[in-house]
């Protein structure tokens, strides 16, 4: 442990094992790994160059300085940004040879300006709104986007190589809106490619489509949480029901071990009172590190679950900002300074990112990405033995089968 009382445990392996599993379920597309969001909170430099590692041709980073981030730690692959508001510097994302996403009138102009401004030619991927309702062209708009696109393509200034799309229920593959969705998009691309655009990519899955629907798969798939082990339908299968292992373990250890008497209020409100006498744990890691406060534990509901002493405990009481309580149970040995492990693998009936997604009323997704900035990550399975970024690196292996590994210091 570093002198930060917890940190995240990476295992790049498994995100290399990870890309590999994810193109076996897409075998005619190429594979683009998101790494927006610090990489899911695990890191974006190390776990980019994982992810290429394990042979993703493309990179995803919604915002433009993540694309920015990658390139100047020289990260080579094809990386693809989509989400920006006026005034982004495009010019410089241009110059680093970034594709980048046009979902509004307004943000084809802005890089159009912004290739010209740079005597070189925008690399642009037409995104549109097929019915989730969030960041794209719509249908109306997208006719008088792709005539102005095409005018700046004649002019050398852009190249229209892609169209993109997002589903709104890609995780319920039987939800009418998917098929509604697919057929949207096909008809997009097909009036793009009417036009005259010779399209390189096209491209709509997600995690959940790439993992169940192969008529999304196209010729481009863009996995996220996938790519970090933890599966996007929990409610129709596990990680290693799609050949993935997690690949972050959040861990810390015990800072105080006491006895308490029956009736004993714990945490704030005394929303959790022992129900006899016990010894209570406090783990140095809350709601300031990414633990949900949500999933505090009451008299009648555990808290999220951690791993002590080879045991599985739920929080006691109230998550507060930089500590957890945890009853250890009567006449526990548990000593200051023993592992805890919040989250990882799941190895031998460990605690989970889905568990705890299950305890605070979230999803996996959320447990991951809002890991805190101060919690230091540190990286295992490594090709080299160190670390991209100047992160520390604890070691180097190859995972085992998804299931029966478990990482750790």
Not at 7 to 20: E, G, H, M, P, T
């Amino acid at each position: 442990m570093s002198s930060y009382p917890a940190r995240a445990v990476v295992d790049l392996a498994a995100i290399r094992s990870n890309v590999r599993s994810l193109a076996a379920h897409a075998p005619t597309a190429q594979v683009m790994a998101v790494v927006k969001a610090d990489a899911y909170g695990h890191g974006l430099v190390p776990c980019a160059q994982a992810a290429v590692e394990g042979g993703a041709a493309w990179l995803g980073a919604a915002q433009v300085s993540e694309a920015l981030e990658l390139r100047r730690a020289g990260v080579g692959a094809r990386i693809l940004t989509w989400l920006y508001a006026p005034g982004a510097p495009l010019a410089e994302a241009v110059v680093a040879d970034v594709d980048i996403a046009v979902a509004a009138p307004w943000a084809l102009d802005e890089l159009v300006a912004a290739a010209r401004s740079v005597s070189r030619t925008a690399r642009v991927h037409l995104k549109v709104d097929t019915g989730l309702g969030r960041n794209g062209l719509t249908r109306d708009a997208l006719a008088d986007v792709l005539d102005a696109a095409l005018r700046a393509q004649a002019e050398g200034v852009v190249e229209l190589v892609g169209v993109m799309s997002h589903l709104a229920f890609a995780d319920e593959p039987d939800h009418p809106t998917v098929r509604a969705q697919e057929e949207a998009f096909r008809e997009a691309v097909a009036q793009v490619e009417r036009a005259g655009a010779r399209l390189e990519v096209r491209h709509l899955a997600n995690s959940a489509a790439t993992l169940t629907n192969p008529g999304a798969h196209l010729d481009l798939v863009r996995p996220g949480i996938a790519v970090y082990g933890l599966s996007p339908v929990p409610q129709l299968g596990g990680p290693g029901d799609y050949g993935l292992v997690p690949a972050m373990t959040l861990e810390s250890e015990l800072a105080t071990v006491k006895d308490w008497p029956a009736g004993g209020g714990v945490s704030y409100a005394h929303q959790y009172v022992t129900p006899r006498d016990t010894v209570l744990g406090v783990v140095p890691i809350g709601y300031a590190d990414g633990v949900p406060r949500h999933a505090s534990g009451t008299q009648d509901r555990p808290g999220g679950p951690v791993l002590v002493g080879g045991r599985v405990l739920g929080v006691a009481g109230r998550v507060c900002m930089d500590q957890v309580v945890v009853d250890l149970g009567p006449g526990a040995r548990d000593r200051a300074g023993d592992r805890v492990e919040l989250f990882g693998t799941g190895a031998g009936g460990g605690p989970t990112a889905q568990d705890w997604a299950a305890a605070a009323g979230t999803i996996s997704y959320e447990i991951v990405t809002r890991v805190g900035a101060r919690v230091p990550r540190a990286y295992v399975g490594t090709v080299d033995g160190t670390a991209p970024g100047g992160h520390e690196a604890l070691g180097t292996h190859e995972p085992a089968p998804a299931g029966t590994q478990e990482v750790g210091a």
